[in-house]
C-alpha cells in the first residue's frame, strides 16, 4: 500500500500548504522518525553538482531518479528500512562539451538496508548504497546525520545538529569522495496544522568544519583543506512521520598543501550541490 498525498499540494519539488481554516492551530510538534511498517514511500529526487578546479571552468555532474523506502518494523529499539533504486540516470559534462548520460543497472544489487532510531541516527547500515551522485539515506532522513530534538518543539524553536555532506566523486577533478561534517542550527519555522496530518517548515544553517585530508602519493604528502557551509528547507509530515519534501544545497572549497617544496602550487577546488526531493503522492 502507498499513502498519498493529495498532488495539489506539491509545487516546485517542494510542498505548499495554506492553512485550511484560521482557527486551525497546533501550539507543538514533535519529531519523531516513525514511519509506518510496510507502508512503501517513493522518493523522487534530482541532485546538481557544478565544480572547478584551480579556478578552470566547471565541470558539472546530476543524477535523478527514484528510490523507495520500506519500514520493516523494530529490531533492537531501531527500526530497520529497506531501500532500492527504482531508478536513476547519471549525467555529467566536461567544460564546454555536450552532456553525456548513463544509466546504472542496479538489478538486484541496488539496495541497502539501514537501521534508525526515532531521532533519525543511523545504528547500521548493510547492502549497496549508492548508484549516483544522490545519498539515498539523505533522501530518507532529509539531510544526512541529522538528528531530531528529544523535545517537544514550538513555531520559532530550534536545535544544534551535526549533519553531514558528501565529497562529490566529479570526473576531471581530484575530488574522490568522503564525508564531511558541519555544525548546524535548525529551526522549525512554521506548524500547519490539517484535518489528515500536521505539517511543520523546517530550515537548516550550517557551516562545515574546516577539514584536512592528507594524501600520501610516493614519497610526498599531499593535503587538501576543506571548508564550506550547508543550507536547506525540509517539510515534514506528521502522517508519514518522515520528512516529505526538501531542497539541500552545500558549497565547499578546498586548497592543496604540499610538504615539498617543488609540489606547492595554488591548486583549489570549489563545488555546489544542490538536491532536491519529494515523496511522491
Known amino acids: 500500500m502507498v499513502r498519498s498525498i493529495p498532488a495539489s499540494l506539491w509545487w516546485a519539488g517542494l510542498v505548499l500548504v495554506m492553512p485550511l481554516d484560521a482557527s486551525a492551530a497546533q501550539d507543538t510538534l514533535r519529531l519523531r522518525f516513525a514511519p509506518p511498517d510496510e507502508t512503501s514511500i517513493v522518493i523522487a529526487f534530482q541532485t546538481h553538482t557544478r565544480a572547478s578546479q584551480s579556478g578552470s571552468p566547471a565541470a558539472e555532474l546530476a543524477d535523478l531518479g527514484h528510490v523507495t523506502g520500506v519500514p520493516l518494523g523494530m529490531v533492537d529499539g531501531a527500526h530497520v528500512v529497506h531501500l532500492r533504486y527504482d ?10 562539451a555536450q552532456w553525456r548520460e548513463r544509466r546504472p543497472a542496479v538489478g538486484d544489487s541496488g539496495w541497502s538496508q539501514i537501521r534508525l532510531d526515532d531521532r533519525m541516527r543511523v545504528v547500521a547500515v548493510s547492502g549497496w548504497q549508492r548508484a549516483g551522485l544522490t545519498d539515498p539515506i539523505a533522501l530518507l532522513t532529509g539531510v544526512r546525520d541529522l538528528e531530531l530534538p528529544d523535545r517537544p518543539l514550538r513555531a520559532g524553536d530550534r536545535w544544534h545538529a551535526r549533519p553531514s555532506v558528501r565529497v562529490p566523486h566529479v570526473p576531471g577533478t581530484a575530488m574522490t569522495g568522503g564525508k564531511l561534517v558541519a555544525d ?59 520528512f516529505v519534501s526538501g531542497t539541500n544545497r552545500s558549497r565547499v572549497s578546498a586548497s592543496k598543501h604540499a610538504t615539498r617544496a617543488a609540489d606547492r602550487g595554488a591548486e583549489t577546488l570549489a563545488w555546489e550541490t544542490t538536491t532536491r526531493y519529494r515523496v511522491q503522492p
Open 87 to 96: 531508478s536513476v540516470r547519471v549525467r555529467s559534462r566536461q567544460p564546454h
Open 184 to 242: 548546524a542550527l535548525v529551526t522549525l519555522d512554521s506548524i500547519v496544522a490539517r484535518p489528515y496530518d500536521t505539517l511543520g517548515f523546517v530550515t537548516v544553517q550550517g557551516a562545515i568544519h574546516r577539514t584536512t585530508v592528507v594524501d600520501p602519493v610516493g614519497e610526498r604528502r599531499v593535503s587538501w583543506s576543506y571548508s564550506g557551509d550547508l543550507a536547506g528547507s525540509l517539510v515534514w509530515s506528521t502522517g508519514w512521520n518522515v
